[in-house]
């Protein structure tokens, strides 16, 4: 694998003692005074027999769906990548907010 450092470091201290515990901490209280150190960039890639499997599926008239809790732009990279989406595709992208 190859890896590519952009930057290194991330930092905050961290309250230490009896009772403190950062899993039960208030979010804001994790989410204040932190320190910019850098970015950490990661890259899931797919594994080789994916596209094949898509194909595979989708000559044989199955509907192929993607399931995600990723950022919706990040879903798209992976359709695309994987052939789920043709590079082509005009992709619409539709919001509801709330009960209407």
């Known amino acids: 694998a190859v890896v590519s450092t952009l ?3 991330a930092s ?3 309250q230490q003692g009896a009772g403190w515990d ?4 208030p979010r804001q209280d994790l989410e204040s005074e932190l ?3 850098g970015f950490l960039v990661l890259n899931n890639k797919l594994k080789t027999e994916t596209q094949a499997a898509i194909r595979e599926l ?3 008239e199955q509907r192929v769906v993607m399931c995600t809790g990723d950022n919706l732009l990040t879903a798209v ?3 695309r990548e994987c052939g789920m989406i043709p590079e ?3 992709l619409y992208i539709a919001t509801t907010h709330g009960e209407e």
Not at 22 to 25: D, K, Q, S
């Open 58 to 60: 989708q000559a044989a």
């Open 12 to 14: 905050k201290a961290l």
């Open 35 to 37: 320190h910019f150190r």
């Open 22 to 25: 950062p899993a039960t901490a």
């Open 88 to 90: 082509n595709a005009d």
């Open 77 to 79: 990279c992976v359709g």
């Open 7 to 9: 930057s290194t470091g």
